[in-house]
């Protein structure tokens, strides 16, 4: 109690301070508002020019996520009430619920369970009638919830497989048992599905999304944090196939929606299955493949709009733009990788595709090569419905989590592991290739500060103020950089600049700014700072940000584009990444046709290889943003002087060009033991400029990570998958320029064809398709060639003639005793099968993948 009445007094003397001569104006209603005495948007606590009720207004809440299946209390802060008293919370204006106040007089707001991820919108009353009160918290994928706050399955492998052969017992479930804050819970079956109704409100059918409560395991159960049962096959609800469970205190009614609760992960509900699944769950799961294999013929084909995958390990993890980490297969965890053993990394495509939100992933073995389907079970999967989900959201198939679930999941257990037809479910989840991939192009700005633009040039800019990094109009693309002057040891300012800020948007997406702050970054939205204390990653409008550490930031964007900000020591470097669809982009990176030509912000091109410093500072200071088009937040008294009232780029500030190793200074003798090799030449200079050796070396190893990942995104050619003979052996899963895949038969088999292929630069493979055919089969082909020669050879030859000019195959079919053409082959009596190549001749068994080459 004295804890939150010194916190309530402690934030009301702050927020007396801030509103200096402000009480006759309100924030009720008004967030995001700049009154004409005071304000309410959010940069006004920095600025203490706050209304007197800011924060009881424009709340924020503890914690500030929570699951999108809801439950959890979002306490609101500085805003006490009555013990005992009543308030509403509505979220997204239209969903209303019961809020509730502790005997402190603490109030909380329950999060409901919601279809889509990013920040969500609430306000609260306290009269029941006007909602003037607003705040938002942060809805999450359940895989992505505080784990804290989960029913943990124990045994997951039982729970999943439960009914299959030798899979039977107790299941047991444990969870934290003082998040319930009550003596008895009750434990509940949920259920998920997805169903073709009438949306009202739109006057449209679609697809729905609903999770619905089933039954109850359990009533009035002691809360021990502990629960153990033996299921028995469902007979009524043996229908829903996906669900999670739920526990909350047993004074709320079955399936109450939107009270304190945990909730489980989403899993296939095997252990209620219907009695059939027991008895014999191979036979019913593969029904189950065989309808989906059925339903999938008629749903539309999604694979063609999506990205191909990275050809190598190195080049998917350096794609930061366009792919990031599956937590359910992470180099950096131990690679537990249960959907995909034998691999050691996935990634997935950060952007659903766009007509239809399916996703991409792609898997890699430890020695980096890209696992694809066609050589095994642990290959990479596309997936129809992207397991993050992808905006608007709500509607299937683009729930996240739960709509690939039921997309793509729950048929690889119906096909491959609760039954034995994997290939079915690969022949609508093939692997993609890499054969179209393209990495994207790099341009970085690292120390103090230097450039190394899109096509490799490098030169350095000591300007102060704010310029753009990157401008896109095509695509409307706008990444910009604030630079300020460099402060020594000694406190006095030095005649260089480094970055400070960077600020970015596309299109209509949220505006993200990266900024240092007391050594490390601080991430702003739309002006307000983000808390990365919960989340390391955040789903935005049209925008995605990694925050795995406090000095590692990365921001991609819908177009493939993406933004890291590291911090070296204190010092800031920015690496941005274009697609090849970026053309030509503008600005301080701006890429171009010659290697060593620099365009101004109006329109001339300058020569680097002849230019001189301060001619190279005139051109930099060229690409100064103008006011109205500043992305950037001004929310101190230093910002407002330094940066949005001067202009934008600082004339009466001029850097020092050059700096002599003079033998009598101190510093070079250690400068030389450290600054050697690529990128010497930047660590000399800011060693000199800053007096700092640590300085130095922070922006050599900035060039050093920079050089690793233009090493990582070196684009290599890929030839294509070759499949493996019937009845023999492949030796090889590597598709690379330069690879070898060596062929053999099984005993018992001859092979024909090339027993060895090489991955050429024009993406192209040597030799010819090798079949294993019998040696019985060798005899009958060439007793059948001897017989037959007389009747085919006029035709064949007609037919070869024909086709000889643009060498196309050339192939005819047999049936009926008369010759049938087609484009592939000649189809024999007794099922034997002809094969022309316009230099070669296949003679085979039907059925049979082997054959007999003759020139």
């Known amino acids: 109690m004295r804890a939150h009445l010194r916190e309530t007094i402690f934030l009301c003397g702050i927020f007396l301070i801030c509103s200096c001569q402000t009480a006759a104006q309100t924030c009720r209603g008004k967030c995001g508002d700049i009154l004409e005495e005071c304000s309410c948007h959010t940069t006004c606590v920095s600025l203490l020019n706050c209304c007197s009720d800011y924060n009881q207004s424009c709340f924020q809440v503890m914690p500030h996520s929570s699951s999108m299946l809801g439950g959890r209390a979002l306490r609101i802060l500085s805003l006490v009430l009555h013990p005992g008293g009543r308030f509403l919370c509505r979220f997204k204006g239209e969903i209303e619920r019961e809020g509730f106040i502790d005997a402190e007089g603490q109030a909380y707001c329950v999060s409901p369970l919601l279809y889509e991820t990013g920040w969500i919108p609430f306000a609260v009353s306290t009269d029941g009638i006007h909602f003037d009160r607003s705040g938002e918290y942060l809805s999450v994928h359940p895989s992505k919830a505080d784990h804290a706050f989960k029913v943990t399955l124990v045994n997951g492998t039982q729970w999943q497989y439960y009914g299959t052969p030798n899979v039977a017992g107790q299941l047991t479930m444990t969870w934290n048992s003082s998040l319930i804050g009550a003596e008895k819970v009750n434990i509940e079956l949920w259920g998920y599905t997805e169903f073709s109704g009438r949306i009202e409100a739109q006057n449209r059918s679609a697809l729905q999304a609903k999770l619905s409560y089933l039954y109850s395991l359990g009533r009035n159960l002691s809360n021990t944090g502990a629960f153990s049962f033996i299921p028995e096959p469902s007979h009524n609800y043996s229908g829903w196939e996906l669900g999670n469970i739920r526990i909350t205190a047993s004074s709320e009614s079955d399936g109450a929606r939107d009270v304190q609760a945990l909730w489980s992960g989403g899993h296939v509900l095997a252990w209620h299955l219907e009695r059939a699944f027991r008895d014999d769950s191979a036979v019913w799961a593969e029904k189950k493949c065989q309808q989906w294999d059925e339903l999938e013929k008629k749903l539309p084909k999604f694979l063609d709009e999506l990205i191909n995958c990275p050809c190598t390990l190195a080049q998917a993890r350096a794609d930061t733009g366009r792919f990031h980490t599956d937590y359910s297969c992470d180099i950096e965890k131990g690679s537990v990788c249960t959907y995909h053993p034998g691999s050691v990394h996935c990634v997935r495509a950060i952007q659903a595709s766009p007509t239809h939100g399916s996703g991409q992933q792609c898997c890699y073995d430890s020695t980096g090569t890209l696992v694809l389907t066609g050589d095994s079970i642990s290959g990479s999967t596309p997936e129809r419905a992207h397991d993050w989900g992808s905006p608007p959201y709500m509607e299937p198939p683009r729930v996240p989590g739960y709509s690939h679930w039921l997309y793509d999941v729950i048929s690889f257990y119906y096909c491959c592991l609760w039954s034995n037809h994997c290939h079915i479910y690969f022949s609508h989840?093939?692997?993609?290739?890499?054969?179209?991939?393209?990495?994207?192009?790099?341009?970085?700005?690292?120390?103090?500060?230097?450039?190394?633009?899109?096509?490799?040039?490098?030169?350095?800019?000591?300007?102060?103020?704010?310029?753009?990094?990157?401008?896109?109009?095509?695509?409307?693309?706008?990444?910009?950089?604030?630079?300020?002057?460099?402060?020594?040891?000694?406190?006095?300012?030095?005649?260089?600049?480094?970055?400070?800020?960077?600020?970015?948007?596309?299109?209509?997406?949220?505006?993200?700014?990266?900024?240092?702050?007391?050594?490390?970054?601080?991430?702003?939205?739309?002006?307000?700072?983000?808390?990365?204390?919960?989340?390391?990653?955040?789903?935005?409008?049209?925008?995605?940000?990694?925050?795995?550490?406090?000095?590692?930031?990365?921001?991609?964007?819908?177009?493939?584009?993406?933004?890291?900000?590291?911090?070296?020591?204190?010092?800031?470097?920015?690496?941005?990444?274009?697609?090849?669809?970026?053309?030509?982009?503008?600005?301080?990176?701006?890429?171009?046709?010659?290697?060593?030509?620099?365009?101004?912000?109006?329109?001339?091109?300058?020569?680097?290889?002849?230019?001189?410093?301060?001619?190279i500072f005139t051109f930099g200071a060229s690409w100064n943003i103008s006011k109205n088009s500043s992305l950037f937040t001004y929310d101190s008294k230093y910002l407002l002087d330094a940066y949005y009232v001067p202009p934008s780029h600082d004339p009466a500030f001029v850097p020092v060009f050059s700096l002599p190793e003079g033998p009598d200074d101190p510093l070079v003798a250690d400068m030389l033991k450290m600054c050697f090799g690529e990128g010497a030449r930047f660590c000399k200079y800011d060693t000199l400029t800053t007096r700092s050796l640590t300085v130095g070396n922070a922006t050599l190893r900035a060039y050093q990570s920079y050089q690793a990942q233009m090493v990582a995104l070196e684009p290599v050619v890929s030839c294509g998958w070759l499949s493996t003979p019937r009845n023999g052996k492949k030796n090889g899963t590597c598709y690379l320029e330069g690879s070898t895949l060596s062929f053999t038969c099984n005993e018992g088999y001859i092979l024909y064809g090339s027993t060895e292929r090489i991955c050429l630069n024009d993406r192209t493979w040597t030799g010819k398709q090798p079949y294993c055919i019998t040696d019985n089969n060798v005899g009958f082909v060439l007793g059948a060639v001897g017989s037959l020669s007389a009747l085919v050879t006029v035709g064949v030859m007609i037919k070869l003639h024909d086709r000889k000019q643009d060498s196309q195959q050339v192939c005819i079919f047999w049936h009926s005793c008369m010759p049938c053409w087609t484009d592939r082959h000649l189809m024999l009596p007794r099922g034997l099968l002809l094969y022309f190549e316009p230099d070669s001749l296949l003679l085979f068994q039907n059925k049979a993948l082997g054959g007999l080459k003759g020139n």
């Open 429 to 615: 989840r093939p692997s993609s290739e890499c054969r179209n991939y393209r990495p994207p192009r790099a341009g970085v700005v690292l120390g103090d500060p230097h450039f190394i633009t899109f096509n490799g040039l490098n030169y350095t800019f000591n300007g102060k103020g704010e310029f753009y990094l990157v401008s896109s109009p095509d695509k409307e693309l706008s990444v910009q950089a604030r630079t300020e002057q460099v402060k020594l040891k000694n406190g006095t300012l030095a005649k260089a600049t480094w970055l400070s800020s960077v600020a970015m948007k596309e299109n209509a997406s949220d505006v993200i700014e990266v900024r240092l702050a007391e050594g490390h970054l601080q991430v702003l939205r739309n002006q307000k700072v983000l808390p990365f204390t919960e989340q390391r990653s955040m789903d935005l409008h049209g925008v995605f940000v990694f925050c795995p550490s406090p000095h590692n930031v990365t921001v991609s964007f819908c177009s493939g584009a993406s933004v890291e900000v590291r911090v070296h020591e204190g010092t800031m470097a920015v690496t941005v990444l274009l697609p090849t669809e970026f053309n030509h982009s503008q600005g301080l990176l701006s890429w171009m046709n010659s290697s060593d030509a620099l365009l101004t912000q109006v329109g001339e091109v300058i020569s680097s290889a002849d230019a001189t410093p301060e001619e």
